[in-house]
């Protein structure tokens, strides 16, 4: 089948097969593309319907069909990185032969811009809750058996609430379990849990409903978006993270990743704002981490300190930006992410620019 194109060269344009046996069917999405992996497919099934998203920079292939018969929930996929090949591998319920995949349905088949695919929701179960801080918590939420996504670094996804008759959609940004790179939650295998940390604000819409959903409850969660890309980090030598209160979520996964994968790292330096001691999110992880990983250092400033406090005071400015964020050497490969409010985020990027940062090395959490 060729697919519809939209806004693109049609030769780059990804096409699909299916072929089965007694007891499978296969899908194979050819892309066209080297360096696939499998954070760039997102798979569901829901009312023997299969929807495959498969993200190719800014541009979404779109598999959507009505399966002419029932599969197991459990489906496989494999990427073949180098080809380029995606190989979805569903397990028939009934060991008939089917005469048709099935019946396409809305954007089969179709090439489109990232941003014109729309968002896509699925159900799924809070199956935790645990306490980060007086106001925060982290919600583990069980992705449906039959879907197949990881949110990569550096993105968020958007939870989707029914309050008083209305949907309300608000993003977040999705944390590992814990800032300890080798821990392995072990409940949850790879990639069929979401961990989020969200601050309950009392009079807040969307995060105090949130509070109110017991453990087996569902919540419609969406695919992954954001601009951030893993290739910012890939050479880098020195990274400083700019955090504010929950805008320290992007951060967690970011940590893990450098500190695993990046070798030609120096060092990470997080400037963590918060109003006070009780607000500092995983404080005992971070300075876990301090001990753990001698690249690795971090610096708390409170808002509103009591008098005890002998750390850092105030908010955000240029002096405590450039005492703390030092180059481990000249001309060094440096990347600045700044996440927190607006406000924060705008004058943390004022603040860098005044001091010779470029905009290439400074990038910015946003929606
Ligand atoms: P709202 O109803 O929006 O109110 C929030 C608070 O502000 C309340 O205390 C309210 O009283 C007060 N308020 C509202 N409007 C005003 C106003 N005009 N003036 C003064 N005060 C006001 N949050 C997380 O906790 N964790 C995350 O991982 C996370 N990730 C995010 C990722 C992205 C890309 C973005 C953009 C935001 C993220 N957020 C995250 C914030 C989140 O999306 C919500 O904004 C947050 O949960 C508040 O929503 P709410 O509906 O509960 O509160
Ligand atoms: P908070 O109100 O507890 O503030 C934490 C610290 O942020 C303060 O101590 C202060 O140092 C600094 N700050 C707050 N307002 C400021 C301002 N106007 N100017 C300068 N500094 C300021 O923070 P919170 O309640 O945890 O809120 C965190 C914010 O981060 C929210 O607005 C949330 O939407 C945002 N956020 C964004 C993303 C993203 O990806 N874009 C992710 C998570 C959180």
């Not at 060729?2 to 049609?10: F, M, N």
């Not at 968002?119 to 925060?136: A, P």
């Not at 977040?172 to 080798?182: D, E």
């Amino acid at each position: 089948p060729e697919s519809k194109i939209v806004g693109t060269s049609k030769s780059l344009a990804p096409s699909y097969d299916w072929f089965q046996t007694d007891c499978s069917v296969t899908v194979v999405v050819y892309t066209k593309q080297k360096g696939m992996n499998s954070e760039m497919v997102i798979l569901d099934y829901e009312d023997s319907r299969l929807r495959g998203e498969i993200i190719i920079r800014d541009y979404s292939y779109l598999l959507n069909i009505e399966l002419s018969n029932a599969v197991q929930e459990d489906i496989a996929v494999h990427v073949a990185e180098k080809v380029g090949k995606v190989e979805i591998v569903l397990k028939k319920i009934d060991n008939i032969p089917w005469k048709k995949l099935g019946q396409p349905l809305e954007s089969h088949n179709s090439f489109i811009k990232r941003t014109d695919q729309g968002l896509y929701y699925r159900k799924c179960k809070l199956i935790s809750k645990t306490d980060v801080t007086h106001d925060t918590k982290l919600f583990c939420l069980l992705l449906p058996q039959s879907t197949h996504f990881q949110v990569p670094v550096g993105q968020h996804v958007y939870l989707k609430q029914i309050v008083t008759g209305k949907e309300i959609v608000k993003p977040y940004t999705p944390v590992s379990c814990s800032l300890q790179t080798h821990f392995k939650e072990p409940s949850c295998h790879d990639g069929a849990c979401l961990f989020l940390m969200i601050k309950i604000y009392p009079s807040g819409l969307f995060s105090s409903e949130l509070d109110r959903l017991q453990i087996g409850d569902y919540i419609y969660v969406s695919n992954p978006e954001g601009s951030f890309q893993k290739s910012q980090v890939q050479t880098l030598e020195d990274l400083f993270l700019l955090a504010a209160g929950t805008g320290f979520t992007p951060m967690i996964k970011l940590l893990n990743y450098v500190l695993t994968n990046v070798n030609s790292l120096w060092t990470v330096k997080l400037m963590f704002f918060n109003k006070t001691e009780d607000d500092i999110l995983w404080r005992d992880q971070l300075e876990q981490l301090i001990l753990q990983d001698k690249r690795f250092e971090a610096q708390f400033i409170l808002s509103e300190p009591s008098k005890e406090w002998n750390g850092k005071r105030g908010k955000i400015s240029s002096s405590l930006l450039s005492e703390f964020f030092k180059r481990s050497k000249q001309d060094s490969k440096v990347l600045i992410c700044i996440c927190g409010s607006a406000p924060f985020t705008e004058q943390g990027e004022r603040f860098l620019k005044d001091l010779g940062y470029c905009k290439e090395e400074i990038h910015s959490f946003t929606a």
